[in-house]
C-alpha cells in the first residue's frame, strides 16, 4: 500500500493523443479534401478534467493507462508540466489511445478512436489509497468496473463522486449508483432511461439512481440540470468557436472547481458554462483553458445564446 498526500481531486479515466484537423468543409463521401494543418495534442475526458483544475489551482491525481510509444511520453511531460500527481499503469509494446479529431468550419468536431484493449483497466490496477485521498473523485465509465471500484471506495470514505457519461457501458447501473452528481451528454438520459422528454429523464435517473444531481450539457445550449427539488438551466456563453474537442471536459472541470470551493449550484454551473465556451476559442481538448479572472470576466461581460425552452411542469426553472 502506498501512503500519498491528500489531493483535491483524483480523477480515473481516459487520456488520448488527439491528431486535431481543422478543415474547411466537412468531408463527404468518396471526396477528397485538403488540410493544411494537423496538430498532436494530449486530451481524453478524465486526463483534460484533471489538468483544468490543476491549472486553476486545486491539487490534483490522475489515474490511467499509457502505452510505451511517443503518445505516451506525450502525456507524462503534458501531467509532469502541468503538476499533476500520477498513477499511470505503464503496457509495454503497446500503442496509447489515439483520436483523429476533424473539426469543421463551424469548429464543430467528429472524432475516430482507437485503443488496444490491452489498455483496459481492472480493479486490480488501483489501489484504495490512491481514491481516498482526495477530496473528490471523478470518473468517465469507460472502464465501468475501475470506476464503479473507486467510486464505491470514495463512497465509504465520504469523498463526493463526479461522473462524465456519454455511453451506456456494461455494467453502468452500478456506476450510477455510485455517484453523487452525474453530468453526461445530452444524449444519455433519455437513452438509458428510455424517457422521451430530457427534463423527465434527469429526474428519473435521480430517483432511480439517488444522485445528488443529475445533469445533461447541451453544447450551445447550454446546460440543465435537476437537484432533486428545482431544475436549474443556464444559458451557454456566445463566443468565437475554433473547436469544441474538450468542451465537456473542460466544463466538468468548471463545476468541480466551484464545487470544492462551496459556491451554490447557480455559479457552479455558470463558472462551467464560461470555462467551456472559452477552451472552444483554441484548437485542442486543453487548448484553451483559462485562468479564473478570465472565466469570472467572461460571466460578468460575456453575450450568452438565446437558449432553449423546456417542457417542465410543476417545477421551477432555476437560471
Given amino acids: 500500500m502506498t501512503n500519498l498526500s491528500q489531493v483535491d481531486l483524483v480523477g480515473v479515466g481516459l487520456n488520448a493523443t488527439d491528431t486535431v484537423i481543422p478543415l474547411v468543409s466537412f468531408p463527404v463521401r468518396g471526396s477528397k479534401v485538403e488540410y493544411g494543418a494537423a496538430n498532436v495534442l494530449p486530451g481524453g475526458q478524465v486526463a483534460s478534467t484533471v489538468v483544468a483544475c490543476q ?13 510505451s510509444d511517443s503518445a505516451g511520453d506525450l502525456h507524462r511531460k503534458a501531467f509532469s508540466e502541468a503538476g499533476v500527481e500520477t498513477q499511470i499503469i505503464a503496457i509495454d509494446d503497446c ?42 473523485l471523478h470518473v468517465d465509465g469507460y472502464d465501468t468496473a475501475v470506476a464503479t471500484t473507486a467510486a464505491r471506495w470514495a463512497r465509504e470514505a465520504g469523498i463526493p463522486v463526479i461522473a462524465d457519461l456519454d455511453e451506456l457501458y456494461p455494467g453502468v447501473d452500478s456506476l450510477i449508483e455510485n455517484v ?6 445530452r444524449d444519455f438520459p433519455c437513452r438509458l432511461m ?30 440543465l440540470a435537476w437537484d432533486r427539488d428545482h431544475f436549474h438551466y443556464t444559458r451557454a456563453y456566445r463566443v468565437p468557436v475554433a473547436d469544441t474537442t474538450g468542451a465537456g471536459d473542460i466544463f466538468h472541470a468548471g463545476f468541480i472547481y466551484g464545487l470544492l470551493q462551496g459556491w451554490p449550484l447557480a455559479r457552479q454551473l455558470d463558472f462551467a458554462c464560461a470555462a467551456a465556451a472559452l477552451n472552444c476559442m483554441s484548437v485542442g481538448a486543453r487548448g484553451g483553458i483559462q485562468p479564473v479572472e478570465s472565466i469570472e470576466s467572461l460571466m460578468a461581460n460575456g453575450v450568452r445564446y438565446a437558449g432553449v425552452q423546456f417542457a417542465v411542469s410543476q417545477n421551477r426553472i432555476a437560471q
Avoid at 453523487?180 to 451528454?185: A, E, G, M, P
Fill in 55 to 67: 491549472q486553476w489551482g486545486l491539487q490534483t491525481r490522475y489515474i490511467g493507462s499509457l502505452g
Fill in 180 to 185: 453523487d452528481y452525474l453530468i453526461v451528454s
Fill in 95 to 136: 500503442d496509447s489511445r489515439q483520436s483523429l479529431i476533424l473539426v469543421d468550419e463551424d469548429g464543430e468536431r467528429t472524432v475516430l478512436w482507437r485503443r488496444d484493449e490491452r489498455l483496459d483497466l481492472q480493479p486490480r490496477h488501483i489501489e484504495r489509497d490512491w481514491i481516498v485521498n482526495a477530496r473528490a
Fill in 194 to 223: 428510455k424517457e422521451k422528454y430530457l427534463e423527465e429523464a434527469l429526474r428519473a435517473m435521480q430517483h432511480r439512481y439517488g444522485c445528488l444531481l443529475t445533469a445533461a450539457t447541451l453544447g450551445q445550449d447550454g446546460v
